[in-house]
Nanobody, 115 residues
Framework: QVKLVESGGGSVQPGGSLRLSCAVS????????IGWFRQAPGKEREGVSCIDDDDTTYYTDSVKGRFTVSRDIAKNMVYLQMNSLKPEDTAVYYC?????????WGQGTQVTVST
């Protein structure tokens, strides 16, 4: 059974940092791409970052230089280190993966950036 569980969200002031974690089970991260997405209130869900099956990483322009995606295959964990957070980063963050042609999503973790 494929399962993804995000954690690490919270409330921080602008300029602060958070590290999100995504614990996966039911499949191996080895050789598989996995992505981070976010959805802000009243907005559509958008892709934030992705780590490909060969560990190539991708970022949406608004987070380049501030966010870093990584993974620990042995622990079946994916991380999103978020630095220099801005109010516009406020959203629910999700990790997602495609396994055998089906998309799986976690339940999301809330990130709030405000003074």
């Amino acid at each position: 059974q494929v399962k993804l569980v995000e954690s690490g969200g919270g409330s921080v002031q602008p300029g602060g940092s958070l590290r999100l974690s995504c614990a996966v089970s039911g499949f191996s991260l080895d050789g598989r791409a996995i992505g981070w997405f976010r959805q802000a209130p009243g907005k559509e869900r958008e892709g934030v970052s992705c780590i490909d099956d060969d560990d190539t990483t991708y970022y949406t322009d608004s987070v380049k230089g501030r966010f870093t995606v990584s993974r620990d295959i042995a622990k079946n964990m994916v991380y999103l280190q978020m630095n220099s957070l801005k109010p516009e980063d406020t959203a629910v963050y999700y990790c997602a993966v495609t396994v055998l042609g089906r998309d799986y999503w976690g339940q999301g973790t809330q990130v709030t950036v405000s003074t």
